[in-house]
């Protein structure tokens, strides 16, 4: 798997971890591109689990296209929160089933 593109320090990605109550690091996806604020690029791509969250939200971007994404992601958002959004639920079970593949039976 070629690892996703990445843009570092990003203002939008620094906007969205102040709005999520000043997250540690938050990666944000825009495009094919993953936006990181408060994490090094070799930091992201040392964490799999975190990779593969960020290929799913790739994948709904693709699915979706950018902008419907983002308005569908709001509306989930203000509906039901951060945690229960459908996009997040997608992303954090690819996440978990990813990593249960890696590990082997
Ligand atoms: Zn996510």
């Known amino acids: 798997m070629t690892p996703p593109r990445t843009f570092v320090n990003s203002p939008l990605a620094r906007i969205a971890r102040l709005v999520l109550n000043k997250a540690p690091r938050v990666a944000m996806v825009l ?55 459908k996009f997040e639920v997608e992303a954090r079970e690819g996440a978990r089933l990813f990593m249960q593949r890696r590990r082997g039976p």
């Open 31 to 85: 495009g094919q591109t993953v936006h990181l604020s408060g994490a090094t690029r070799e930091e992201f791509l040392a964490d799999p689990e975190w990779v593969a969250h960020e290929e799913v939200h790739l994948r709904q971007v693709r699915d979706l296209g950018l902008l419907r994404f983002l308005w569908e992601y709001l509306l989930e958002s203000k509906r039901v929160g951060y945690y229960q959004n």
